[in-house]
């Protein structure tokens, strides 16, 4: 510790104010909460090696609960989604440095409607025309592919809400919705690519009865934020090591097999605040569609709602841009 702090006094300095505290790692729920932390332990713990300092998990059941954390500033930094991270930067001094990357290096997955594999909703004619009548599980309404998608682009579309369009709505995660399907405890439900791949892993038998019916245009990945307000150099370091993680070094391979236990990572890439424009456009259509939907009093009151949505989308964007350069 005398070396590194010969090297590095900056560092130093700050692990002499705040090496006992440890830093809280925010964990988007895949599956339970004990089932995520258990899957990240691995990771964490290679980052608690590499940091020095201890490294706490914070999982919850629902993303509203990881949205509470987060505006309670009881999370330094966190695995989230585009929504959530979105919430996160603009309300609680939060910045984007990392975002997911799967075996094949790509950015981006889909949102589904899965049904059973011997389901009469054979297309989205026949989930369409029969108002009322099918029982649909989707996500949160802070999922992006578990509710805020699957509403953008099929739902809002068509200006029907899927809260009142179905005959019973459940709200659950991904993986609780597919065994929904799976077992006859639903007819149609909201899931992701990324999650089935995971789903089938454990639940293979439950995933034969299972079929994809919709898939939406690409996603981009969920990413890891962290606390605007932590010491610089403390946040270069959890950069460095979040970005160089089963990437760069002789234990790039353990590393990955570590990321396995999570999700099919591949490890993350460098981001900024900029990473979230896509999700900041999927809001932007879903509120227009709804406003266009609405019932108003007069056209002057509902092109004062669109030109609101238009200036609060227009300033989101502008906050999210990298800085210009000097």
Known sequence: MALLGMLFPALASVQTVIADKPLAFGILPLGGPSESVNAWRPMLDDMSTALQRPVSSVSVSTYEGLAQALAEKRIDLAFVSGLLA?????????????QLANDNHSRSYYSVL?????????NLDDLFHHP??????????????GYLVPETQL???????SDTYFATVTVDNHQNNALAVANGEADVASNNTADLERFAKRFPEQYARLRILWKSSPIPHAVIIIRSDLPP????QVIGFVTHYARHGRNAAAE?????????????SPAGNDALIPFANIQYTLDRRHALSAQWINTAAMQARLQKIETDHNELLRRLQPPARP
Do not use: N
Request: net charge positive.
């Open 86 to 98: 979105l919430d996160a930067v603009t309300k609680d001094r939060m910045q984007v440095i990392a």
């Open 114 to 122: 899965i049904v059973g594999k011997d389901s009469p909703i054979h």
């Open 132 to 145: 009322g009548h099918w029982r649909y599980a989707h996500g949160e309404v802070l999922s992006v592919s």
């Open 155 to 161: 739902f809002a579309e068509r200006k029907l809400d």
């Open 233 to 236: 150099a403390l946040r270069d």
């Open 256 to 268: 990955l097999a570590k990321l396995k236990l999570i999700h099919d990572i591949s490890g993350f």
